[in-house]
C-alpha cells in the first residue's frame, strides 16, 4: 500500500486515462475459452501450491516441488507445455547466480562466516525492547545489502548471521520473527536495479528506468524501518 501510494505521488500521469470496461470485456472475449495448455498450467501450478503449503506434512523440499513441477510439464500427455525451443528463452545464468547466491547463507554457517560476521557488525549489548532490534536488524540488513548488492545473497548470508547471533546470546525470540525483519527489509529497500533481479530484468522492458528506481527507492527506504 506505502509503494503504491508513493508511486501515485512521484510518478504522476502526464495525460488523463479511462479504464473502459467494455473494451477490456472485448479483449477478454477474444481470448476465447482456456486452451489445453493453459488448463494443463493451471492444474500443475496448483498441484505444486498444494505441495508447497503442506511441505511441513510430506517433507518435500520446495525445490523439488518446483523441479518435479517443470518435469511434469514437459512429459507428453500429462505435460507437453514445456517444450525443447522454450528452454532457449531460459536465463540459465540467472538461474546459476540465484543458486550460488542462496549457497552463501549455508556455507557461512558451516565455516563459521556467520559468527565471525555477527560478533563483528552486531552491537556487544542488544537492547530487549523489539522495535529497536528490528530497527538495528533493518539497519545491518540494508547496510549489506548494498555492499553486496544482490537481494539473495543478502539474505542468504545477514539470516544465517542475525539466528547465529541470536542464538550465541540465548534470545527466546522466535526465529522466524528475525527472518521477517531481515525479508521485510531487503526485499523492501533498493536503489539500483541489480539490487532485486525482478526489477533488473523488467528495466528497459516495462517502461521504467534507472532513474525512476533511484527516485522511487529513496522515498520508500524510511519505509522499511
Not at 35 to 60: F, S
Not at 97 to 114: C, H, K, L, R
Not at 120 to 141: D, Q, S, W
Not at 208 to 215: A, G, M, N, V, Y
Request: hydrophobic share 55%.
Amino acid at each position: 500500500l506505502i509503494t503504491f501510494l508513493l508511486i501515485k505521488v512521484l510518478f504522476k500521469p502526464t495525460e488523463s486515462y479511462k479504464i473502459d470496461a467494455s473494451l477490456m470485456q472485448e479483449k477478454l472475449s477474444d481470448l476465447g475459452p482456456m486452451k489445453r495448455d493453459e488448463k494443463v498450467t493451471l492444474i500443475w501450478v496448483l498441484i505444486a501450491t498444494l505441495l508447497w503449503m503442506t511441505e511441513g506434512i510430506h517433507g518435500l523440499n520446495t525445490g523439488v516441488v518446483a523441479m518435479l513441477t517443470v518435469a511434469g510439464m514437459s512429459l507428453p500427455f500429462i505435460g507437453g507445455v514445456c517444450k525443447p525451443a522454450n528452454f532457449a528463452a531460459v536465463e540459465f545464468g540467472a538461474i546459476i547466480f540465484i543458486m550460488g547466491a542462496m549457497a552463501i547463507g549455508p556455507a557461512g554457517a558451516e565455516t563459521g562466516m556467520s559468527n565471525w560476521l555477527a560478533q563483528v557488525i552486531f552491537p556487544a549489548n542488544m537492547p530487549t525492547n523489539i522495535y529497536a532490534i528490528a530497527l538495528i536488524i533493518g539497519a545491518i540488513t540494508m547496510f549489506m545489502h548494498m555492499i553486496l548488492g544482490s537481494s539473495v545473497s543478502t539474505a542468504g548470508v545477514v539470516v544465517a548471521m542475525v539466528l547465529a547471533y541470536f542464538n550465541q546470546i540465548g534470545s527466546t525470540i522466535d526465529p522466524l520473527i528475525l527472518t521477517l525483519f531481515v525479508y521485510t527489509a531487503v526485499y523492501m529497500h533498493y536503489l539500483f536495479p541489480f539490487q532485486h533481479l525482478n526489477i533488473m530484468f523488467g528495466i528497459g522492458k516495462a517502461g521504467f528506468t534507472e532513474k525512476h528506481i533511484l527516485k522511487l527507492g529513496l522515498a520508500l527506504t524510511p519505509f522499511v524501518f
